[in-house]
């Protein structure tokens, strides 16, 4: 015993020494510019990573760090609504380091993400699989919804009953199975319940959209089984003077116009900011004629405030969405005319301590979403959405010590759910959920490995039937091998589980969303996925590479299955929730070369197979095969990027769908970048199915009568001030 206590005790104090012994500390600095003008730029927020470190520059555009510890490290300058910067550096022990930084007004190159482990890093670190769109990215595209903006990612489609609906699949995953947020916290909407609702969220106003491929489980719950898309609006950091940005686009075949606009006043610790916008559109055109009852109109604002005396924050805000679109229907049907009245208020505080000496920092939110919708037949209401939630979450961040950093907290929310009218398909229903989460990382310079778990607990009570509790525990693994200078191996191992949704559980009648007659299980167990996720990466000067493969096995699977028999009275097809063991696997792969310093090829390609494994059935609604090539060239203030997309036919169909045909479409983006000291004016121009090609989406729900937009045209302006 005495041996085996001095051997403990001599292995303690080696950790102990390891870890505390002292390193002689360095400088680092550099300067910040605007790579098109060459201008200084100040109020530039640059962080170090790894040590979750930040300054801003100052007028002449330098910054400095001191007492920085030898090692290696990232670092990374960020400005509103402006693609980072990113660098990485080598510092020696009592050395001073230079990094200096180019803010490029372009797409990104590299990215970071704050989605994947709650902590920024960048997407090639990332033990998930992450994809990231930013403002420049997004306003050149123009989108109307978060689905359309996303659609042609690597390993996203787009789910659609109309263009006003759409919403992100990722994998082939849909529905409850997809989180979707706004700076990291939901937006209680009602989009996963059904296809004929759409996400109330303006992404012209997004600074950036980051997409988690695969579970996710592990920080944001069970509805994250699929993957999460978190849309950021930034305002997380103080700055002097004023920030801004105003869009106006426009464009063809839809009639569509509209704007956004934002402005930041900041000083050293407060920071005001504001923002609104709306669009409209009308019906849209196809090959075949012009898809009657397609319009869409949104409206948005937001408010906020923020201090941040020193190392403690604290800032709230209110916003306000409005979106308003109509459902196609089947030309058999035109005598009925169905939209879709959508608003939501959200009201959010968040607070803690950053940067702090101690081991840990905090964070802590609150989340209020009133949320409502009513569906308008013929003119009329003819049924009410209204949820309410009530959303908390708490996180600590351990300042990383040695080889180990990490994160742990808690998360809750309560719901109520309500619908009154023709199609109230579930009861008023109470949901309550809490959970507690730890995530961890142990850094050994050349290997990291990751790792963490979840327990959570969703309980449903609803009104005249039996309440239902579900526990679950979540649990990921994962680890990142270097290969060589630039390239990566990486692999995750997830276990997660899902409990059933309200609609799943409780749904009893005609639904226009799925155009069936859907009756619910409130007998469904819980699910459980057991998935891996092999990742091999390369990033260098002229050549970035990702190839992706994943496999995941989902006991009691959660599908809606059409019976083959209809209900008299509404005409729709008797559809019963159900479960069954399924697989889904694929692949992703990405290929972007530098054949010249501003030219740059970029290939893409993404395939998933989803099977009931029993029967070896198809899954309904699986994305085909798709791939993409493009050419991302820059000269001075000009950016063009013509691109092909194309997607094989799809006819590995689920009994009751039908084949959609394989398509190629042609699209180019232009935009020319006139760049100021402290402004830059970005004019951009997006012309998409230059062919006027006919295709169908096979995810879409009325692809038989409604295929997609036809050619046309939109136009971008841009002004970003700072």
């Given amino acids: 015993m005495t041996l085996r206590y001095n051997i403990s005790l001599l292995i303690t104090l080696?950790?102990?020494?390891?870890?505390?012994?002292?390193?002689?500390?360095?400088?680092?600095?550099g300067v910040v510019t605007l790579e098109l003008s060459g201008s200084p730029v100040h109020n530039v927020k640059v962080s170090i990573l790894q040590l979750k470190r930040a300054v801003w520059t100052k007028e002449d555009g330098r910054y400095e760090f001191s007492n920085v510890p030898p090692g290696r490290y990232t670092v990374v300058a960020h400005l509103d609504r402006v693609p980072d910067a990113i660098t990485t550096v080598e510092l020696s022990a009592g050395a001073t380091g230079t990094a200096d930084l180019k803010l490029q007004l372009e797409p990104l190159k590299m990215q970071i993400t704050v989605t994947a482990s709650g902590s920024e890093e960048t997407t090639f670190d990332s033990i998930q699989s992450v994809e990231t769109l930013g403002s420049l990215e997004l306003a050149q595209k123009n989108p109307l919804t978060l689905g359309e903006a996303l659609e042609n990612e690597t390993g996203v489609a787009k789910r659609s009953l109309g263009p006003g609906s759409t919403r992100p699949v990722i994998r082939g995953f849909d529905g409850d199975r997809v989180l979707v947020m706004v700076d990291g916290g939901r937006i209680g909407s009602l989009a996963s319940q059904s296809s004929d609702h759409g996400e109330p969220i303006n992404v012209l106003a997004a600074e950036k959209v980051e997409v988690v491929r695969g579970p996710a489980t592990l920080l944001y719950g069970s509805n994250a089984a699929g993957g999460v898309v978190n849309v950021i609006t930034g305002h997380d950091s103080p700055h002097e003077g004023v920030h801004g940005y105003l869009t106006g686009v426009g464009g063809t075949n839809n009639s569509q116009a509209g704007g956004s606009g934002g402005l930041e006043f900041g000083t050293q610790s407060w920071l005001l900011w504001l923002n609104g916008g709306g669009q409209r559109t009308n019906d849209y055109k196809t090959p075949t004629g012009t898809i009657t009852n397609s319009f869409t109109r949104s409206y948005d604002g937001a408010v906020g405030l923020g201090w941040y005396p020193g190392k403690a924050f604290v800032n709230t805000s209110y916003s306000y969405d409005h979106p308003r679109y109509g459902i196609p229907l089947e030309p058999e049907e035109p005598e009925e005319v169905r939209v879709l009245n959508m608003r939501r208020h959200n009201i959010r505080a968040t607070g803690g301590f950053h940067d702090l000496d101690s081991f840990l920092s905090f964070r802590a939110s609150f989340n209020y979403n009133d949320y409502q919708h009513q569906e308008i037949p013929n003119g009329v209401i003819g049924a009410v959405f209204k949820n309410k939630t009530y959303l908390y979450d708490g996180m600590f961040?351990?300042?990383?010590?040695?080889?180990?950093?990490?994160?742990f907290g808690y998360w809750g929310m309560h719901r109520d759910y309500a619908a009154t009218g023709e199609e109230t398909l579930s009861p008023p229903t109470l949901q309550n959920a809490v959970a507690a989460f730890a995530l961890e990382t142990f850094d050994l310079r050349r290997i990291i490995f990751q790792f963490g778990g979840r327990i959570e607990r969703n309980g449903f009570k609803p009104e005249g039937l039996s309440d239902r509790s579900f526990n679950g525990a979540s649990a990921a693994a994962g680890v990142r091998i270097p290969l060589w200078e630039g390239g990566a191996f990486v692999t995750n191992y997830s276990h997660s589980y899902r409990a059933p949704a309200i609609e799943e559980l409780y749904n009893n009648g005609p639904h226009d969303g799925t155009l069936l007659f859907e009756i619910g299980d409130a007998n469904l167990k819980r699910e459980l996925n057991d998935g891996i996720d092999l990742s091999l990466r390369h990033s260098t000067g002229r050549l970035r590479a990702e190839v992706n493969y994943y496999y995941y096995h989902i006991?009691?699977?959660?599908?809606?299955?059409?019976?083959?028999?209809?209900?008299?009275?509404s005409g729709f097809e008797i559809a019963n929730y159900s479960q069954g063991t399924s697989r889904f696997q694929g692949t992703e792969a990405k290929l972007d070369i530098g054949v010249h310093r501003n030219i740059w090829l970029n290939f893409a390609t993404d395939y998933v197979k989803a099977n009931l494994t029993a029967s070896d059935t198809p899954l309904p609604r699986i994305p085909p095969w798709r791939g993409r090539f493009g050419i991302d060239a820059d000269y001075k203030g000009l950016h063009v990027k013509p691109e092909v997309i194309m997607a094989r036919d799809q006819d590995r169909i689920f009994p009751t769908e039908t084949r959609t045909a394989g398509y190629t479409t042609f699209g180019l983006i232009a935009a020319y970048t006139v760049?100021?000291?402290?402004?830059?004016?970005?004019?951009?121009?997006?012309?998409?199915?230059?062919?006027?090609?006919?295709?169908?989406?096979?995810?879409?729900?009325?692809?038989?009568?409604?295929?997609?937009?036809?050619?046309?045209?939109?136009?971008?302006?841009?002004?970003r001030f700072f």
């Avoid at 096979?698 to 009568?705: A, D, Q, R």
């Fill in 14 to 29: 080696l950790l102990l020494t390891s870890v505390c012994f002292a390193q002689s500390s360095g400088t680092l600095r």
């Fill in 397 to 407: 961040d351990q300042r990383k010590k040695g080889r180990w950093s990490g994160s």
């Fill in 555 to 569: 006991r009691d699977f959660v599908f809606l299955a059409p019976t083959g028999e209809f209900d008299e009275e």
């Fill in 675 to 719: 760049a100021q000291k402290h402004a830059a004016h970005i004019f951009s121009v997006n012309a998409f199915n230059l062919g006027d090609r006919l295709y169908r989406n096979h995810v879409s729900l009325i692809k038989e009568f409604a295929p997609e937009i036809g050619r046309g045209v939109r136009f971008t302006y841009t002004l």
